[in-house]
């Protein structure tokens, strides 16, 4: 191996073991503020999704912790205690119908595809240690999208419009807060292979495509 070589794979090793730790402090945060809606949640149905997907993020972080400590990762957060907190306040501050729009179509949705860009890319173990968080994240988009659907079918249509309207919005508020944590994701997924203006592509795109989805009426 010569010494470039040896450099590029270090590079991905630290930059790798920087997004496992960033994808679990996500997850650990999404599992605790959908634990903490289970008691306000309108009805069984969606008290009975967000329980499972507190046992699905558990499962998830367990999952990488796991991988992370034979991988070698460094332990170290991405992401401080404080940004955590700012991140929880901001979810818990929020009404039903922003929750799931906040939750599902951005952090669930937008952020898997990012998490999906990088697994052709990964190592052997890496991609394993996503396969099944990957998998469920897919339930939780549809727990997010049909539900957020079924509320929006009972608004108004002025309402509903509005709403509607008010989503991309959203959407780059909470990207804008994202990037302003000081965490250079382009460097990181940069070394890790990932072309960065086509993952964005690709994450605008699947934007276009959520919104599109719950936009549609509901199913009869
Ligand atoms: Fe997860
Ligand atoms: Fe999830």
Same mark, same amino acid.
């Not at 903490?36 to 997907?53: F, M, V």
């Not at 558990?58 to 404080?82: A, C, D, L, Y």
């Not at 509607?164 to 804008?176: S, Y």
């Given at each position: +191996?010569? /010494?470039?070589?040896?450099? =590029?794979? #270090? !590079? ?6 920087? &997004?496992?730790?960033?994808? @679990? ?77 906040? +939750?599902? /179509?951005?952090?669930?949705? =937008?952020? #898997? !595809? ?6 052709? &890319?990964?190592?052997?173990? @890496? ?94």
């Amino acid at each position: +191996m010569n /010494l470039l070589h040896r450099k =590029l794979e #270090s !590079d991905y090793r630290d930059a790798m073991g920087q &997004l496992l730790v960033l994808y @679990t402090q996500v997850d650990r945060l999404i599992m605790e503020a959908c634990a903490e809606r289970i008691a306000s949640a309108p009805d069984e149905a969606a008290k009975l999704g967000l329980a499972k997907q507190v046992g699905d993020e558990s499962r998830h972080v367990n999952i990488q912790r796991e991988w992370m400590e034979k991988f070698g990762t460094s332990e170290t957060p991405v992401i401080s205690e404080q940004q955590e907190k700012a991140i929880l306040d901001h979810f818990r501050q929020l009404d039903w119908l922003d929750f799931l729009a906040d +939750m599902y /179509l951005c952090v669930e949705a =937008l952020g #898997s !595809d990012a998490v999906e860009q990088v697994v052709p &890319l990964a190592d052997p173990g @890496t991609k394993e240690s996503l396969r099944i968080p990957l998998q469920d994240e897919l339930d939780h988009i549809a727990f997010g999208v049909n539900r957020l659907k079924q509320e929006l079918s009972h608004m108004a249509p002025a309402e509903r419009e509005a709403f509607l309207d008010r989503i991309p919005e959203r959407i780059r508020m909470l990207n804008q807060s994202f990037h302003g944590m000081g965490l250079n994701v382009k460097v990181l997924f940069e070394a890790v292979g990932a072309d960065y203006g086509e993952l964005c592509k690709s994450v605008l795109q699947r934007k276009d495509e959520v919104l599109k989805e719950v936009s549609e009426p509901l199913a009869a």
